[in-house]
T-cell receptor, first 115, second 116 residues
Framework: ETGVTQTPRHLVMGMTNKKSLKCEQH?????MYWYKQSAKKPLELMFV???????ENNSVPSRFSPECPNSSHLFLHLHTLQPEDSALYLC??????????????FGPGTRLLVL | AQKITQTQPGMFVQEKEAVTLDCTYD???????LFWYKQPSSGEMIFLIY??????QNATEGRYSLNFQKARKSANLVISASQLGDSAMYFC?????????????FGTGTRLTIIP
């Protein structure tokens, strides 16, 4: 596997379910990101991890809980979501965080539908 | 004011023609980075090209070039000899770094459709 992978690619869940999104990067990067992409809205940064430490949390509701067990893996744990949380969730990684010339490389995303 | 503005929500272009996708940005920082990404219907955000604010020459990557006009704060993407596979959403993004923090801001995107 190369690049950034995400599983599952599609997820349908009820508001009372608990599920997790997984992201893995095979690039040897030190920073990983979660973004939310809703229809007709710009990408919204949710969380940033640098060297396995959370460095950014952009006022995301507590029903979203990130976890970064090591520099290659990033999870987004979901519980008691709302229908408005339905979106494409994108994971990205970059060599380092807060370095201007670094490029973020994205995974294919997980399309989440909350019923 | 919006940080990144993409004024073309949709564009239709004949195959093999060149196309320019507009992007203007707003920042008071002197040092920043500009990126273009392509997002096909599959969802993956594919990095295309990068331009640093201090780069004197316009960035080029194969059929992609970035028309960087710093004084006008514009960073338009030019795709030469368009192909059917170029049909996708295109996003302009700007990275600012300050006080050991970073912010990558995306525009709302342009949907490009290449017509055979």
């Amino acid at each position: 596997e190369t690049g950034v992978t995400q599983t599952p690619r599609h997820l349908v869940m009820g508001m009372t379910n608990k599920k997790s999104l997984k992201c893995e990067q095979h690039l040897g990067h030190n920073a990983m990101y979660w973004y939310k992409q809703s229809a007709k809205k710009p990408l919204e940064l949710m969380f940033v991890y640098s060297l396995e430490e959370r460095v950014e949390n952009n006022s995301v509701p507590s029903r979203f809980s990130p976890e970064c067990p090591n520099s290659s893996h990033l999870f987004l744990h979901l519980h008691t979501l709302q229908p408005e949380d339905s979106a494409l969730y994108l994971c990205a990684s970059s060599q380092d965080w807060a370095v201007r010339q670094e490029t973020q490389y994205f995974g294919p995303g997980t399309r989440l539908l909350v019923l | 004011a919006q940080k990144i503005t993409q004024t073309q929500p949709g564009m239709f272009v004949q195959e093999k023609e060149a196309v320019t996708l507009d992007c203007t940005y707003d920042t008071s920082d002197q040092s920043y980075g500009l990126f273009w990404y392509k997002q096909p219907s599959s969802g993956e955000m594919i990095f295309l090209i990068y331009q640093g604010s201090y780069d004197e020459q316009n960035a080029t990557e194969g059929r992609y070039s970035l028309n960087f006009q710093k004084a006008r704060k514009s960073a338009n993407l030019v795709i030469s000899a368009s192909q059917l596979g170029d049909s996708a959403m295109y996003f302009c993004a700007m990275r600012e770094v300050y006080f050991g923090n970073e912010k990558l801001t995306f525009g709302t995107g342009t949907r490009l459709t290449i017509i055979p």
